[in-house]
């Protein structure tokens, strides 16, 4: 029974609201308490620095995003964490229409405020990286896919198709969803009439044709990303780990999930009748909440259970977004105002804990943080040696991605960055036209540095010697200070008479 609280209360307006503020704070915040870049989106600024259709790690959505990103901003950061929020505004949003579709408005509004209480739509999404991307990507391809489903429209069609493939150019794991996709589509009988039409196949051309390009490039880059997909998923073939990596990840995603659990726990508190009864879900409903919400976590778990496949925690980023649809439809919560009430309440008061105790903890830090990183001092440290040295520009930093990422993100001449003086994972470098413009190698000296140094001299040869330069953390200064280790590839002769004027 649905009362006249339910049938006035303005849930869409609500819901607008409460995008806008989710994005303001969690831009405002991480732009305001942080000093450096987290660290895959600073790996995002390294590969952003050169627009090719594929990186050692991952597609190249996520590159591309972020130089997007900065020549949005004008090279400023706060856009980076903008663009972050916005793909968790793009899951909220369809997360609502899709939730409106099966349940009345106000119960749609609150499968997706659930979500507001997990990790991965806040704290997780500060970092701009594949999983983040992958929350808005997935979400608009179940989207569409639904609506083309039940409408069978051309432009929902390829819509799923677009955002389907935008998917896995931000990341291969897109597979665990669309293989329930295509499960769907065959076990049910109305999404069958789909395989009779052309409007599913041009949405599967659409897919294609995005992906292409990075398929292309992979037969000319040895298959990298998935020589490095199969690395992060590859452990020892013991047969505990077929048991012990899918309950692992289980239980992580539980973890992110007991949050959500206990706010709506609050809807099933009082006197008066607890639960309700809604309009049974159609079957059509039922399976696709099953497979789509579902699927992608139990064919991952199962995959690992079969496989010994290694899971990270982090790769459940986008699993969640329907399982505060799902919650609500199986245990539908009777509301009254002063329950729904007390369940804002709750979930402002959450937020806020949320948003002070991260911001506390890194204004406080007794522990090393990337948030306390010294990036931009370092930059314009070794900047300005460079310069006064050579008397031109510096064109190429060459090591770690953390460090040798920074100093190149915070210079004001924004070079390239040589990632680990490794060319395979740094295709876009050419070494000879390093070797004319000169650069600066940095090492971490808790690495094994001297076999790297050996071979390092073994291909420049005008390396110059070893520095060893010493930093402080910003904000805490009692911690030990960062220590590496810098070495300066002068610029051939015919380079070294360009004057550099600031």
Same mark, same amino acid.
């Given at each position: 029974?649905?009362?006249?609280?339910? =049938?006035?209360?303005?849930?869409?307006?609500?819901?607008?609201?409460?995008?806008?503020?989710?994005?303001?704070?969690?831009?405002?915040?991480?732009?305001?308490?942080? %000093?450096?870049?987290?660290?895959?989106?600073?790996?995002?600024?390294?590969?952003?620095?050169?627009?090719?259709?594929?990186?050692?790690?991952?597609?190249?959505?996520?590159?591309? !995003?972020?130089?997007?990103?900065?020549?949005?901003? *004008?090279?400023?950061?706060?856009?980076?964490?903008?663009? $972050?929020?916005?793909?968790?505004?793009?899951?909220?949003?369809?997360?609502?229409?899709?939730?409106?579709?099966?349940?009345?408005?106000?119960?749609? &509004?609150?499968?997706?405020?659930?979500?507001?209480?997990?990790?991965?739509?806040?704290?997780?999404?500060?970092?701009?990286?594949?999983?983040?991307?992958?929350? *808005?990507?997935?979400?608009?391809?179940?989207?569409?896919?639904?609506?083309?489903?039940?409408?069978?429209?051309?432009?929902?069609? !390829?819509? /799923?198709?677009?955002?389907?493939?935008?998917?896995? #150019?931000?990341?291969?794991?897109?597979?665990?969803?669309?293989?329930?996709?295509?499960?769907?589509?065959?076990?049910?009988?109305?999404?069958?009439?789909?395989?009779? $039409?052309?409007?599913?196949?041009?949405?599967?051309?659409?897919?294609?044709?995005?992906?292409?390009?990075?398929?292309?490039?992979?037969?000319?880059?040895?298959?990298?990303?998935?020589?490095?997909?199969?690395?992060?998923?590859?452990?020892?073939? +013991?047969?505990?780990?077929?048991?012990?990596?899918?309950?692992?990840?289980?239980?992580?995603?539980?973890?992110?999930?007991?949050?959500?659990?206990?706010?709506?726990?609050?809807?099933?508190?009082?006197?008066?009748?607890?639960?309700? =009864?809604?309009?049974?879900?159609?079957?059509?409903?039922? +399976?696709?909440?099953?497979?789509?919400?579902? *699927?992608?976590?139990? &064919? /991952?778990?199962?995959?690992?259970?079969?496989?010994?496949? =290694? &899971?990270?925690?982090?790769? *459940?980023?986008?699993?969640?977004?329907?399982?505060?649809?799902?919650?609500?439809?199986?245990?539908?919560?009777?509301?009254?105002?002063?329950?729904?009430?007390?369940?804002?309440?709750?979930?402002?008061?959450?937020?806020?804990? #949320?948003?002070?105790?991260?911001?506390?903890?890194?204004?406080?830090?007794?522990?090393?943080?990337?948030?306390?990183?010294?990036?931009?001092?370092?930059?314009?440290?070794?900047?300005?040696?460079?310069?006064?040295? %050579?008397?031109? $520009? &510096?064109?190429?930093?060459?090591?770690?991605?953390?460090?040798?990422?920074?100093?190149?993100?915070?210079?004001?001449?924004?070079?390239?960055?040589?990632?680990?003086?490794?060319?395979?994972?740094?295709?876009?470098?050419?070494?000879?036209?390093?070797?004319?413009?000169?650069?600066?190698?940095?090492?971490?000296? /808790?690495?094994?540095?001297?076999?790297?140094?050996?071979?390092?001299?073994?291909?420049?040869?005008?390396?110059?010697?070893?520095?060893?330069?010493?930093? $402080?953390?910003?904000?805490?200064?009692?911690?030990?200070?960062?220590?590496?280790?810098?070495?300066? !590839?002068?610029?051939?002769?015919?380079?070294?008479?360009?004057?550099?004027?600031?």
């Amino acid at each position: 029974m649905i009362n006249n609280f339910i =049938k006035s209360f303005q849930a869409e307006r609500c819901l607008y609201i409460f995008i806008f503020l989710h994005v303001f704070f969690w831009t405002l915040i991480p732009a305001w308490v942080r %000093y450096t870049l987290p660290m895959d989106a600073m790996e995002g600024t390294i590969w952003g620095h050169q627009l090719v259709l594929g990186y050692d790690k991952n597609p190249f959505l996520n590159g591309w !995003l972020t130089r997007f990103a900065l020549f949005l901003g *004008g090279g400023s950061v706060w856009v980076i964490y903008l663009f $972050s929020q916005l793909s968790v505004a793009a899951c909220f949003w369809a997360t609502w229409k899709i939730s409106k579709k099966i349940l009345p408005p106000i119960y749609a &509004l609150i499968s997706v405020l659930l979500l507001e209480s997990m990790q991965y739509y806040h704290l997780h999404a500060i970092d701009f990286n594949d999983n983040t991307l992958e929350l *808005g990507l997935w979400a608009f391809t179940i989207l569409f896919f639904y609506e083309a489903t039940l409408k069978n429209k051309l432009s929902d069609w !390829l819509l /799923t198709g677009f955002f389907a493939g935008l998917g896995m #150019m931000a990341k291969y794991y897109t597979a665990m969803l669309l293989i329930p996709m295509v499960l769907f589509l065959i076990s049910q009988s109305a999404a069958r009439q789909s395989f009779k $039409s052309g409007k599913m196949y041009l949405g599967l051309l659409v897919f294609l044709v995005v992906i292409l390009p990075h398929t292309i490039w992979l037969f000319f880059h040895d298959f990298i990303t998935i020589h490095y997909a199969v690395s992060r998923v590859s452990s020892p073939p +013991t047969l505990l780990n077929h048991l012990q990596f899918p309950l692992q990840f289980a239980w992580q995603q539980f973890e992110v999930l007991l949050p959500a659990l206990l706010l709506f726990s609050i809807l099933l508190l009082g006197k008066k009748p607890v639960l309700t =009864k809604l309009t049974p879900l159609q079957k059509f409903d039922k +399976t696709f909440l099953f497979l789509m919400g579902m *699927g992608p976590f139990l &064919l /991952t778990i199962s995959l690992s259970a079969i496989f010994g496949m =290694k &899971l990270r925690a982090g790769w *459940g980023q986008p699993l969640l977004s329907l399982w505060g649809i799902i919650l609500i439809a199986w245990i539908t919560p009777r509301l009254t105002r002063e329950r729904f009430i007390f369940f804002i309440a709750l979930l402002i008061t959450l937020a806020a804990v #949320m948003m002070s105790v991260y911001s506390f903890a890194l204004i406080r830090a007794k522990e090393p943080s990337s948030a306390n990183f010294p990036g931009e001092i370092i930059a314009y440290e070794l900047t300005k040696q460079w310069e006064q040295r %050579y008397h031109t $520009s &510096l064109a190429y930093v060459a090591g770690p991605r953390w460090l040798a990422g920074n100093i190149a993100f915070y210079s004001k001449d924004q070079p390239t960055v040589y990632i680990d003086w490794n060319k395979k994972v740094s295709s876009w470098i050419d070494e000879n036209k390093l070797k004319e413009s000169g650069a600066i190698f940095v090492w971490d000296p /808790t690495e094994a540095v001297q076999p790297a140094e050996k071979e390092i001299r073994a291909r420049f040869a005008a390396l110059g010697p070893i520095e060893i330069m010493h930093f $402080s953390w910003m904000r805490n200064k009692t911690m030990e200070p960062i220590e590496f280790n810098v070495a300066f !590839l002068p610029p051939q002769q015919r380079h070294a008479h360009l004057l550099y004027f600031q």
